[in-house]
């Protein structure tokens, strides 16, 4: 039997654990050698390396629709599985592959565009009956229109402009009394920016959670759902930590907003892994955001309490297998958090670091699933996601998972650059995340960088710090043989040979 | 001298970590044993050392630390992922600073007086050595009674202002010592 070949259209951790179900599946595993990381990990794992030569092109060949498309021609790819980011939501790009005869791993075409354009998306989850955040219908025409409607949904509201984007025409108004000026200012600002003064107004959610659930559906209409994950940990739009199941969502409202969501995408006719967003309000009421139409970074929290391999089914489905599991096959077991490491330095508005990685040293507790792009010596460019990797911990319940991760993250350790795990460990100790009391907000309201210090690593980089002054320090005094600064040495061999 | 002092006199072997936030850690390193943080000393296992990266380990917990960047006496370390800036200072020029800040005025009230006139006939300490609470310093005979002045801090001898042999009178300054408890 000739094997069937997938090409990979990713790279770092995501193109790994792809090859993974590919190898599962019985495929060939094909990926891009990028010149802007031309030795990096996912590279070994693959079968066949296609060339990219995108050093001269403007953007990597990740990001570039014609020419994965030529290459996979070329290779006689037979699917392509987009992974997330990149071309993953580009419904072009989806098209083009199918056009020339690949097997595009994810939705149609069609349903990539309408989940792309928000308004659309909107429209067509008020048809299958999903609640939304209350909206004036169309445009307000007075300042006193948008009062009435305030007045109706309650305070805060939030003013957008029709045409906006970039928070521009947005304002936020409190009380009644700023609406009148806020109205005027909003619209002047929109008309300025985009010629169109049109001004909606919405329901605004001060501390709003966000609840996704994960989908699966197959191409002869059956859907499931697999639970939710909360993802409020976040910094402009960016998650940082992920858990599943969500302690703000109970049995009931689980099931209720679960059935939503596959009503919805068995109304539209979704195939393949899918994510719907809901925000929900303090008082627990929930919202339809959007919906994402690919596999999501933040998944394995759910295949770790469902047991369900995400990217197998994928795979499968893309290949018109009938999705064989039911609704009532699915159970929730214990609890899963993922902390996301990223190269970037939580004591500095999360600035990113590129350089090289010295060594780095992942907990080696089998229970913990690691998904890295990197080892020891890899190098983080600029050209890339500042993500490296993920650590998922299990535990039978919150409190159980909460304390697992942070044994796991204890055991993480990084040289060369600066991370998150730091700032996961900080999260996962402060009392609002151990009570499940933080929203999207409470990056910006609540965290503080001396969250990450702690008494004894500053006193153990005090006693650092003046070993390497010491060693310098007691040389120049010329009572120790220039070597190695012997004298303190006496003391790190004799600890040495007691270790 | 007893063994059981925390310091040996070599003050040389005494610094001073300042933290951007004004905390301060007075480290002692001793030649064979571990070090004395704040008066305590710590059992702390040194496990790894390479240029500019030290690893320990302290109440069964892992310490990563990583020089960042050295400029003078200016360091920052990168403890487990995360960066603590530090100045330090020798004993000798922490008590110079201290002196020019004139923040040290009180602490070295630490002297030592002659409790009684008499006789210094035993010196144990020199100028610049460091002294742990309860250590003799020197003998004072008086009325054919030895008596062991013994320092009431730990500190660095800074000044001497007798010899052995010379009489003293009764509170005359015998010894200065610069405090380091505080």
Known sequence: ?499 | MGTSYKYRRDASRLFIAVRDNEKRFKIYLPKESSPVINGNELDIDFVEQEDFHYAFEWKGKHFQCELVSRDQNKAIVKVNGVEYKYSLESIFSYVRRGMIAGVVDKEIDNSIKAPMPGKIVDLFLGEGDLVNVGEPILTLEAMKMQNEISAECNGVIRKIRVVKGQSVMKDELLVEIQSIDV
């Open chain 1, 1 to 499: 039997m000739i094997k069937n070949k997938i090409l990979i259209a990713n790279r770092g951790e995501i193109a790994i654990r792809i090859i993974r179900s590919a190898h599962k599946a019985g495929l060939i595993a094909v990926v891009f050698q990028s010149d802007r990381e031309s030795d990096a990990l996912y590279l070994q794992f693959a079968d066949e390396v296609i060339m990219a030569e995108d050093a001269n092109d403007d953007k990597p060949i990740f990001l570039n629709p014609d020419k994965i498309v030529a290459l996979a021609l070329e290779h006689q790819v037979d699917l392509l599985h987009p992974g997330y980011g990149f071309l993953s939501e580009n419904p072009d790009f989806a098209a083009l592959c199918i056009e020339k005869g690949i097997n595009f791993v994810g939705p149609s075409p069609a349903l990539i565009r309408d989940m792309g354009l928000k308004t659309v998306a909107k429209s067509m989850a008020i048809e299958a009956g999903l609640p939304l955040v209350p909206g004036s219908a169309g445009p307000v025409a007075t300042a006193q229109d948008a009062m009435d409607f305030a007045k109706k949904v309650g305070f805060p509201v939030i003013l957008k402009a029709s045409a906006g984007g970039g928070g521009r025409g947005m304002r936020i108004v409190e009380k009644p009394e700023t609406l009148e000026r806020l109205f005027k200012s909003a619209y002047d600002e929109a008309l300025a920016a985009f010629g169109n003064g049109d001004i909606f107004v919405e329901k605004y959610l001060q501390n709003p959670k966000h609840l996704e659930f994960q989908i699966l559906g197959d191409k002869y209409g059956n859907v499931i759902h697999l639970g939710e994950r909360e993802c409020s940990l976040q910094r402009k739009h960016q998650k940082l930590i992920e858990e599943a199941p969500s302690a703000s969502v109970t049995e009931e409202k689980r099931k209720e907003m679960g059935e939503l969501a596959v009503r919805f995408a068995k109304k539209i006719g979704y195939y393949s892994a899918g994510t719907i967003e809901y925000i929900m309000d303090e008082d627990g009421s929930y919202y339809f955001m959007e919906m994402n139409t690919r596999i999501q970074v933040e998944h394995p929290v759910t295949e770790m309490i469902t047991g369900v391999d995400l990217v197998d089914w994928q795979l499968k489905i893309a290949q018109g297998d009938q999705l064989t599991l039911t609704q009532e096959d699915i159970s929730i077991n214990g609890w899963a958090i993922e902390c996301r490491v990223n190269t970037e330095d939580p004591q500095n508005r999360f600035s990113p670091q590129t350089g090289f990685i010295d060594t780095i040293q992942f907990p080696k507790d089998p229970a913990v699933r690691i998904e890295s792009g990197v080892v020891s010596g890899s190098a983080v460019t600029p050209y890339f996601d500042s993500m490296i990797a993920k650590i998922i911990v299990h535990g039978s319940d919150r409190e159980q998972a909460i304390k697992n991760t942070l044994e796991a993250l204890e055991d993480f350790s990084l040289i060369g650059l600066k991370t998150t795990v730091p700032f996961c460990k900080a999260v996962l100790q402060h009392p609002d995340f151990i009570n499940a009391d933080y929203t999207t907000r409470w990056i910006d309201q609540v965290y503080n960088p001396e969250m990450l210090e702690n008494e004894d690593d500053e006193m153990i980089g005090a006693l650092a710090a003046t070993i390497m002054y010491a060693s310098e320090y007691l040389q120049l005094q010329g009572d120790i043989p220039a070597y190695a600064n012997d004298a303190l040495n006496v003391w790190v061999l004799n600890k040495r040979i007691n270790y």
